[in-house]
Each structure stands twice: as structure tokens, then as C-alpha cells.
């Protein structure tokens, strides 16, 4: 689902940034305009909501893109309807030739895109600085996260801002957590295999479907956030699936 390219079709839009072909599937623009929709519902803020999105992923497919160009690998972008996906021209976790050796590359290349969403973050709070309104993070119980400045007269700005610090921020480090076939998860996925390679791949799949299960619990039941909660829900079923494929029916004896 998440790592697989989506068909072309012919409302695709296709342009390059510095030399990186990226792809826009039309399911990404309609999935982030639903997600804004969600919001409030005011046509100008789903604009920017959906401008801050289509940015922020932008940037952090990018930021894997580079990390493929150090390990001498071209790559493309593909914007879909659950995210992004950074494409190496071998298949993103190599072929037939992948070693044991690669869990290093395989860690570095996950974790640049959440990096690089950060770096744009700090980006913007340097720009903010640097325009006289010192940024600062404040944490909030329901909110979770949310970031404050002096306002700008125009309350668009300062709501298109804050939408981009949120993707960067809170979206990044969620991207982090322990979950199959988000980030943390390719992360932890590298990890447990370098250590232990006939088991590690179930263990980080265990992993995900009980961090999983218990963010859609979190999400749902504290924050009364529907989407995220079938979105994690969805993710605990996927890598509950694929451990019972891996490990003929059981939680044993499945090899990586």
C-alpha cells in the first residue's frame, strides 16, 4: 500500500526539482483537500493546507532522495494518496544483491526524510528570527504541539505557517515512531535485522502492530482524531497480515 508506486494516469503532474522527477498522482490532492476539509472547512485554508502538504512532503521525500544520491543511487518522487515515496532506480530496499551490510544505508536513507522536514523547520523559525518574531514551541495537552511567533497583520500567513511547522514537526516525529512502513519503522525494521537476521524482521513487526494498535487507541479514545485512528488501525492490520505471511499463520519461525 505505502510502498508501492501507484499506476500513472493521465492527470498526473509531472515536473523536476534541481534534476528529481517528481510525480503527483491526483489521489494526493484529493485525500490532503478531504484532510482540510476536516479542519473547519474555509475554502482559503484548505488552500493552504493543502499548499503546506504538498510542500513539506515534498521536501522530505527529497531529503531521502539525497540520501539515495550519497549512496550513489538515483531516485524519483511520487506523491500519493497516503504521502510520498522516493524511488531508487534498483527498488528502494535493493534486489536480489542486498546484504546485511546495507542496514547502516538503509537507516541513513530513512531517517533523511524526517531530517530534512525538521531542517525546514528550523528554516522557518531562522526566518522568523531573523524578521524580528522570535519563534518558540509550546506544548498544549490537546493540541499536542503548535507553534508561536509575533503575528503577521495577515492572519492567512500566520495560519499557513503554522500548518507547515505542524507537517514538519509533529508529523515528522510521528513518522518516527516504531510503526511498519513509516520511517521509524524501516529504521527499527534495519536495526533488528542487523542483529538478528533470521528473527528481526518479525520482532520489528510485533513491534509495529502493538505501537500501532496503541496510537489508534490513543488517537481515537484522547483526541477523537477518526482519520489517524483508521490510519493506525490500518497499519496494525497491514504488518499483523504481513507477520502472518512471513510466518505461516503463526508469531514464530519466520525468517528475515
Known amino acids: ?6 499506476p500513472p494516469s493521465q492527470y498526473d503532474l509531472h515536473f523536476r526539482v534541481a534534476g528529481v522527477p517528481v510525480r503527483v498522482h491526483p489521489m494526493f490532492w484529493l485525500v490532503t483537500v478531504l484532510m482540510g476539509l476536516g479542519r473547519d472547512g474555509d475554502p482559503v485554508e484548505v488552500l493552504m493546507w493543502v499548499v503546506a502538504v504538498f ?22 518522487v511520487v506523491l500519493h ?37 525538521f531542517l525546514f523547520a528550523g528554516v522557518i523559525f531562522l526566518g522568523l528570527a531573523l524578521g524580528g518574531r522570535s519563534p518558540e514551541i509550546a506544548v498544549d495537552p490537546d493540541r499536542l504541539i503548535y507553534m508561536l511567533w509575533q503575528p503577521f497583520p495577515a492572519r492567512n500567513v500566520n495560519v499557513l505557517l503554522w500548518y507547515m511547522q505542524f507537517i514538519n514537526i509533529f508529523w515528522g516525529i510521528v513518522n518516527l515512531l516504531p510503526v511498519f512502513p513509516l520511517d521509524g519503522g524501516q529504521v527499527c525494521r534495519a536495526v533488528l535485522g542487523r542483529f538478528d537476521p533470521h528473527h528481526g524482521l518479525q520482532q520489528s513487526l510485533m513491534i509495529s502492530i502493538v505501537t500501532a494498535a496503541g496510537m489508534a487507541a490513543l488517537c481515537l479514545l484522547r483526541f477523537h482524531a477518526n482519520f489517524a485512528a483508521i490510519f493506525f488501525g490500518y497499519m496494525a492490520y497491514q504488518n499483523y497480515t504481513l507477520l502472518q505471511q512471513i510466518s505461516g499463520g503463526g508469531f514464530g519461525g519466520g525468517r528475515w
Request: glycine share 16%; proline share 5%.
Open 55 to 76: 510542500a513539506c512532503i515534498l521536501v522530505h521525500e527529497l531529503g531521502h532522495v539525497l540520501a539515495f544520491q550519497y549512496y550513489g543511487m538515483s531516485a524519483h
Open 81 to 117: 494518496g497516503f504521502g510520498g515515496l522516493a524511488i531508487p532506480s534498483a527498488g528502494r530496499w535493493g534486489g536480489a544483491g542486498r546484504t546485511r551490510e546495507t542496514w547502516l544505508a538503509d537507516t541513513v536513507i530513512s531517517l533523511a526524510g524526517p531530517c530534512a522536514g
Open 1 to 6: 500500500m505505502f510502498f508501492v508506486e501507484p
